[in-house]
């Protein structure tokens, strides 16, 4: 007798399904690609190396936030955390700000798998025009500590 009652409430169980909104209808408006975080008056950074871990010098941030260090005259050494394989690295720099090296960082795509690890990457990059090895330093708008 309760194999048939068990049965019965299975069954019935099953057929009260949640409702699935319907997908919305197709539109000939243009796809449009998200916006660039990047300034609009920006310039490529000239990356001179790149390396793993930390440059000479550096301690390590516990935030895991990009940070920088004077590397020699006329460059700093910016480090970046994240994947070893796919680092996020400095790709360019405001050239409309004054006060503060103002630096735009990504993951450009060189690697198509990337590892499940949190690591430092060190890009040394000479500095532009105007901006001196003891300066402020912000990456994505956020300010980056010196590391050393």
């Known amino acids: 007798?309760?194999?048939?009652?068990?049965?019965?409430?299975?069954?019935?169980?099953?057929a009260a399904q949640p409702s699935i909104p319907p997908l919305p209808e197709p539109t000939d408006a243009p796809a449009t690609a998200a916006p660039s975080a990047a300034p609009a008056a920006s310039a490529p950074v000239t990356v001179v190396d790149r390396y793993p871990g930390l440059p000479p010098g550096a301690t390590l941030d516990e935030t895991?936030?990009?940070?920088?260090?004077?590397?020699?005259?006329?460059?700093?050494?910016?480090?970046?955390?994240?994947?070893?394989?796919?680092?996020?690295?400095?790709?360019?720099?405001?050239?409309?700000?004054?006060?503060?090296?103002?630096?735009?960082?990504?993951?450009?795509g060189e690697s198509e798998v990337c590892t499940a690890d949190m690591a430092a990457t060190t890009f040394v990059i000479e500095l532009p025009e105007g901006f001196a090895d003891d300066g402020d330093v912000l990456v994505n708008g956020e300010p980056a500590p010196r590391l050393g």
């Open 64 to 108: 895991f936030e990009p940070g920088w260090v004077a590397d020699a005259p006329g460059r700093i050494a910016l480090v970046t955390f994240g994947s070893s394989s796919c680092p996020v690295e400095p790709v360019s720099y405001d050239r409309d700000s004054t006060e503060a090296l103002s630096l735009w960082a990504e993951y450009t």
């Open 1 to 14: 007798m309760l194999v048939p009652l068990g049965l019965a409430l299975l069954l019935s169980g099953c």
